[in-house]
């Protein structure tokens, strides 16, 4: 596989003038093309992610991270692009884990893998740490599966897969709802190990709100039922 040529990086954001030309320099070292989706940014971010060698789309108004990933991805795919590499704009994802990722795809023949973080999970703030396990064993648990970090951001898709599965989320419960619709497709699902980046005041996560949102999403499938959970060992 050629990952520089058939993998494009895409970085969703808002506000993040501050960090994103370095994350763009660090991401351009690995992947060629790299795509900022700016979410309704006030502070010239997609300026500074173009001088840094971006390519650029800007929403209007801020729609949520949900919204920003699948604004990448459906750029990527009218690109030609088979994978996304996902990672954030804030500078708590390393750009030189993206190797690893590209790795654990090829060994473990993954259309998933997601960044875990949890080999050093003492490096995470505890309030993080313990709803990153909470939600991560519920999950695991829906989809008869073992996932170590649920709510990672850095993650490596295949388009092929995405394009096919019913997406709906539109904020920060993307991610779950990515994993779960990965598994329900029958498709593999890898975790490789990453480095814990936390800045304080960075994140754009509200360790509560963004709970209660996740917390309500989650109610919403269990009671649709948007997946269908796969068989035990499946």
């Keep these: 596989m050629d990952w520089t040529s058939g993998c494009v990086a895409v970085i969703p954001c808002l506000n993040e003038a501050g960090s994103i030309g370095a994350v763009v320099a660090g991401v351009r070292k690995h992947l060629p093309t790299v795509l900022v989706v700016d979410d309704g940014s006030v502070d010239g971010t997609d300026g500074v992610a173009r001088a840094a060698g971006a390519e650029v789309i800007r929403h209007s108004r801020c729609q949520g991270k949900g919204a920003a990933i699948r604004s990448g991805c459906a750029w990527a795919e009218g690109r030609g692009a088979g994978w996304v590499m996902l990672l954030d704009g804030d500078g708590q994802h390393d750009p030189a884990d993206i190797p690893v990722f590209f790795a654990c795809a090829e060994q473990q023949g993954a259309q998933l893998v997601v960044g875990n973080r949890m080999g050093d999970a ?61 598994a329900a497709a029958g498709a593999r699902i890898a975790f490789a190990p990453v480095r814990v980046i936390y800045l304080g005041g960075r994140s754009k996560i509200h360790p509560w709100r963004d709970t209660v949102r996740w917390l309500r999403w989650w109610m919403t499938v269990k009671r649709e039922g948007p997946f269908q959970a796969p068989k035990r060992g499946g």
């Design 122 to 182: 003492g490096a995470m703030p505890p309030v993080r740490r313990w709803v990153n396990r909470w939600m991560s064993a519920r999950l695991g648990r829906w989809a008869g599966q073992t996932w170590p970090d649920t709510q990672c951001g850095f993650r490596l898709l295949q388009l092929e897969t995405w394009r096919k599965l019913p997406i709906r989320a539109t904020q920060f419960e993307i991610e779950s709802e990515m994993l779960l619709a990965f």
